[in-house]
């Protein structure tokens, strides 16, 4: 069974940083795309970063050169360091296991940007 549990969301003042972890468990993990996502109040889920088996990583526009997406297969994490943190990044944010288009979610941990 896969679960993902997201971990080191909080608050953080604009210009801050922040890691997000998330621990997965399940078979499958080194060959799985993972992903971090985010929801703000009021809009529809959005893609922040993906990483595949190989470590190739894609980023949304509006994250790129901020964050970075990793992982560590042998410990079944994926990872999502943020800085230059703003207000627009304030959202839950998800971690997503993708294999074969099969996906799972974790149960989400809150990002607030604010001073």
């Known amino acids: 069974q896969v679960q993902l549990v997201e971990s080191g969301g909080g608050l953080v003042q604009p210009g801050g940083s922040l890691r997000l972890s998330c621990a997965a468990s399940g078979m499958f993990f080194s060959i799985a795309v993972m992903g971090w996502y985010r929801q703000a109040p009021g809009k529809q889920r959005e893609l922040v970063a993906t990483i595949s088996s190989d470590s190739y990583t894609n980023y949304a526009s509006s994250v790129k050169g901020r964050f970075t997406i990793s992982r560590d297969n042998a410990k079944e994490m994926v990872y999502l360091q943020m800085n230059s943190l703003n207000s627009e990044d304030t959202a839950v944010y998800y971690c997503?296991?993708?294999?074969?288009?099969?996906?799972?979610w974790g149960q989400g941990t809150q990002v607030t940007v604010s001073s």
């Open positions: 997503n296991r993708n294999l074969h288009g099969v996906e799972y």
